[in-house]
Nanobody
């Protein structure tokens, strides 16, 4: 059984920073690509960032490029999302996800999901 557990969410003022973490267990971490998604109330889940198995390739949604950075530490079974210059529109529940196939911006590419962590950005 594969488990993903996110942490690091919270409340911050606009312009602030947060670092999300997601620890994966139950599968060799280096065999899965990882992604971060977010979902605001009343909206569909949307892609934020993704990273390949080795960490050598990344992809970002246009709305977060230049502000967010995804990274992974395969020795710690952990993927991170560093979020800087946060805006109120970044407010959402953030989910990490693992794919046994390829890193992607599509939710359908991911096999396993965490429970989510709330990020609230106030103006």
């Amino acid at each position: 059984q594969v488990h993903l557990v996110e942490s690091g969410g919270g409340s911050v003022q606009a312009g602030g920073s947060l670092r999300l973490s997601c620890v994966v267990s139950g599968r060799t971490f280096s065999t899965v690509a990882m992604g971060w998604f977010r979902q605001a109330p009343g909206k569909e889940r949307q892609f934020v960032a993704a990273i390949s198995r080795s960490g050598g390739s990344t992809d970002y949604a246009d709305s977060v490029k230049g502000r967010f950075t995804i990274s992974r530490d395969n020795a710690k079974n952990t993927v991170y999302l560093q979020m800087n210059s946060l805006k109120p529109e970044d407010t959402a529940v953030y989910y990490c996800a693992a794919s046994i196939f390829y890193y992607s911006g599509s939710t359908t590419s991911y096999n396993y999901w965490g429970q989510g962590t709330q990020v609230t950005v106030s103006s």
